[in-house]
């Protein structure tokens, strides 16, 4: 399962606005509306697109990408934020975002590609293309450039910007914000810059600063790498829990030869807590038996780690928005 950054998942239900139930959306996809904002955090992607998709069905969302992208800020992007803006150049700057953003989602690349006159700066995604990752993709593009914005010391406009699923009802807030042309239903999606644009010197690009924060982020890069299995590891040790009740960190922890210090902070490295690994584990399994006839509510709620019924009605309405008896039933006409 793919993840991304919890600050997309806050934005968008902030600029959504007091239309739709801000601390009920977050919570679907494992934030706490009251703990900090963390860009380190991760949420699972389809949960974020699940997310988007209800917030669709209760506003207009044409312009809710453009305005979310357009409220990124480099200072919320930590490390790799600092990094951007100490790069010498705009160039310079995107290549950071091309090597490191593994740090802040699992299911996005990123790719400079020389192009007649210029050079394309892509975003790569794979997966159907459902309205949730449509929302995703056109929010990713906007603040893209907004954060350029940020570094640049002249105003900055793409030649044109590329996206590959079909133009919503109207594009002019896209093309007020990009300023330029945007294309929809191209081959790509991706922002095409001129060469002149990207060799423009950043306003506080500092060369050691820059080596500075490339050094630590190469760091970080390499924890991911050498721990790749942690996450699924501990969430089969989760899932193999839950029929003793609601699963316990230390518990997991030396399951898994770990202290509950070092687990706390390997997790903690994915951008992952215990609780939200837990609550997405649970959650997971109670979709996967609820569409299996063969077990009752009842037998679903004991398999998914709750001492009564009613208890995982609950929960299971917060996830998902809907009773465990109705997503059955949905899922059965499917």
Not at 204 to 210: A, F, K, P, R
């Amino acid at each position: 399962m793919g993840y991304v950054t919890s600050l997309f998942a806050r934005k968008m239900v902030a600029a959504a606005g007091d239309k739709v139930d801000a601390g009920e959306m977050l919570a679907s996809v494992g934030i706490s509306p009251e703990g900090p904002w963390d860009a380190g955090q991760m949420v699972p992607a389809e949960r974020y697109y699940d997310m988007l998709e209800r917030i669709a069905a209760q506003i207009d969302v044409t312009d809710l990408p453009v305005r979310v992208g357009a409220s990124m800020r480099l200072d919320e992007y930590g490390a790799l934020g600092l990094a951007f803006k100490a790069a010498t150049t705009l160039g310079a700057s995107y290549a950071r975002v091309e090597r490191y953003a593994r740090l802040w989602t699992s299911v996005v690349e990123y790719e400079l590609r020389p192009a007649d006159g210029g050079t394309l700066f892509i975003l790569h995604r794979a997966g159907e293309r459902r309205l949730g990752m449509r929302l995703s993709n056109e929010a990713t593009l906007a603040s893209a450039v907004s954060i350029a914005r940020q570094v640049c010391p002249e105003p900055l406009a793409p030649v044109e910007v590329l996206v590959r699923h079909p133009a919503p009802r109207t594009t002019a807030a896209h093309e007020d914000w990009f300023g330029c042309p945007v294309r929809f239903g191209a081959e790509l999606d991706a922002i095409f810059y001129s060469d002149e644009m990207l060799a423009r010197s950043n306003i506080l690009g500092d060369e050691g600063i820059s080596h500075y924060l490339a050094t630590h982020l190469d760091a970080e890069l390499s924890e991911i790498a050498r721990d790749p299995d942690l996450v699924a590891q501990a969430r089969a040790a989760i899932a193999q829990s839950l029929n003793e009740g609601a699963p316990k960190m230390a518990e997991i922890a030396r399951g898994l030869g770990l202290s509950a210090r070092s687990f706390h902070r390997r997790l903690a490295e994915h951008g992952l807590t215990f609780q939200t690994l837990a609550e997405e584990t649970r959650r997971d399994l109670a979709e996967g038996l609820l569409r299996d006839e063969s077990h009752s509510l009842a037998e679903i709620a004991f398999l998914t780690g709750f001492s009564e019924q009613s208890a995982f009605t609950r929960a299971f309405k917060r996830w998902v928005g809907t009773t465990p008896a109705t997503y059955r039933k949905e899922m059965s006409h499917r």
